[in-house]
């Protein structure tokens, strides 16, 4: 048997189940409903058929799950069990109840078939499944080691026919090796001729680059000679340059310190004169300010040595400060 027809004897069993399952149901709840409307409040007879639909909700439950459990090859327990029997036997209770009641013998066996058929089928199912589930394991264990065995099988045709093209591709090599040996021979004479000729041809174009080596060498040297003296020749110049420039720079110095000396006498001798009365010329004035303000003197002092105002003074003192009174005394 081959995986197709136990997944179609599968298919059959789970068919047939659910079919017994909701015969047996629907059997229950029509059997059940009048028994509990008998024993329950005429306000509360609606809820009459609640409970065998309880009931058979819960056997639904359990053979779905029993088929999912079978099916993976798993097992819930005690508790999957205690509940699959507990709800056979609430069904058959409630289902002979009411034939019990009133001691009708034959309508508890005729009320019993529903549910014992519903107890055994889930039971029944249970098992089936199991054994279909075990012997599709066994299958598929068989179709694996057949692969691998067919795998094994491939793998060893592929390593011979590797070796076989090993070994060919081996002796091929080996011919072509003898052949690049002696192609190799008569290119290693070809190449000792033409390296004979090479050395010889390298030997009169070596003699000939030394010759113009030591040739391109004498120009260097004379050319490096031309240069140091180009250098000297500079090197004095530089020197002679810079001699000067040091002249004309302690020139420069002299002079100006010579000027400052100068200025200072020309200073000292404006302010040599002491306190006047009267207001001198402006010319004067102002550079009597200038030498004043030059020595730091303070603005009053330098109004009595010029005697014009102390506003004057301070003005000037202020162009000085802005550098006004150095171009007016340029000008002056």
Known sequence: MNSVQIRSAEQALSVGTWLIVGGAMLYSILTVTPLMAAHTPDEWDWTAPILPLVVDAAVVIVVRLDSVL????????RWPIALRWMTGCMTLALNVAD?????????VAVHAVAPLLLIVTAETGLAYRRAISAAM???ERERKAEQAERERQAREQREAQERRRREEREHAEKLAREQREHEAALVREQAEREERARREEQARREAAERAEREARERR??????QERERERREREAAQRREAERLQRETAAR???REREEREARERAALLSGGPV???????RARAIVHAAFTEGLPVRAAAELC?????????????HRDGGGLLLEAAS
């Not at 079978?70 to 327990?77: F, I, S, T």
């Not at 260097?220 to 000679?225: A, C, D, G, L, V």
């Open 277 to 283: 009365n009267d207001k001198l010329p402006e010319n």
């Open 99 to 107: 034939s019990a009641l009133r001691k009708d013998l034959v309508g």
């Open 254 to 256: 002299r002079e100006q």
């Open 307 to 319: 005697g014009w105002s102390v506003g004057w003074v301070s003005t000037r003192y202020q162009e």
């Open 137 to 139: 394991t066994a299958m």
């Open 220 to 225: 260097e040297r004379e050319r490096e000679q």
């Open 70 to 77: 079978a099916r993976l090859g798993g097992h819930g327990g």
